[in-house]
């Protein structure tokens, strides 16, 4: 079956832009999860999604960054008025379980989009 | 707060040879750790998943450890191939509330020199 998928897989983006990243989980899995990674750094959190909830958005660095899943499958992660320190690859991951379960089992990470801002 | 360090940042070795790295956390109530690599340009592969029961966990020429008790957890590699070739990221998850979250460490760039 189909992976974690991602789109764009890059993205330039003039300081000042809004920006929209698009994930599609594995079809049936629950939870949602958005990382960011710097450059040379490992992937840190954003924020996570059971089903179409948002229970954590404790990662998102500033009010510029929203997230949604509004069906449960899909979700996006939309930058507002984008700065040079938000250049990253975006992550998305996924797995089966939802809250209850989940600490439990491995996530499945997509390619990522790779965002420039000038 | 969980803090995740790996050593050695980078690694080359020729083709054949085993190799282990070396991943540490401060934060010993964790459910399990994760290896993951890392090719460029694209996303995380699961390697390995050590449940906190568990000692450790074998997948091929790969096998991995943790010891909760001292914070440490081994990836080891045997037989070298070039194809090994990637970074390699360990992940504890987040403690309490919030324990999906997992914490990265930088990782460990691996070179199989041919």
């Known amino acids: 079956g189909a992976g974690v998928s991602q789109s764009p897989r890059y993205k330039v983006a003039k300081r000042g832009q809004d920006v929209a990243l698009r994930c599609d989980p594995i079809?049936?899995?629950?939870?949602l999860f958005w990382y960011q990674q710097a450059l040379g750094q490992g992937p840190e959190f954003l924020t996570y999604?059971?089903?179409?909830?948002?229970?954590?958005k404790s990662g998102l660095p500033s009010d510029r960054f929203f997230a949604e899943r509004p069906e449960g499958s899909v979700s996006t992660l939309k930058i507002q008025r984008t700065q040079q320190e938000d250049s990253a690859v975006y992550l998305c991951?996924?797995?089966?379980?939802?809250?209850?379960?989940?600490?439990?089992?491995?996530?499945?990470f997509g390619p990522g989009t790779r965002l420039l801002v000038l | 707060k969980q803090e995740v360090t790996q050593i050695p940042a980078a690694l080359s070795v020729p083709e054949g040879e085993n190799l282990v790295l070396n991943c540490s956390f401060t934060d010993s109530a964790i459910y399990n750790l994760q290896w993951f690599r890392q090719d460029p340009g694209k996303g995380l592969t699961s390697l390995l998943l050590i449940q906190s029961s568990q000692r450790e966990q074998t997948s091929g020429r790969l096998n991995a450890s943790l010891d909760k008790s001292s914070g440490r957890s081994t990836l080891y590699i045997a037989a070298s191939q070039p194809g090994d070739s990637a970074t390699y990221l360990c992940?504890?998850?987040?403690?309490?509330?919030?324990?999906?979250?997992?914490?990265f460490g930088k990782g460990t760039k691996l070179s199989v020199i041919p």
């Open positions: 991951a996924s797995s089966f379980l939802g809250l209850a379960g989940v600490s439990r089992e491995t996530q499945y």
């Open positions: 992940a504890a998850p987040y403690s309490g509330a919030g324990s999906y979250q997992l914490t």
């Open positions: 999604f059971q089903n179409e909830a948002q229970l954590d």
């Open positions: 079809s049936g899995h629950v939870s």
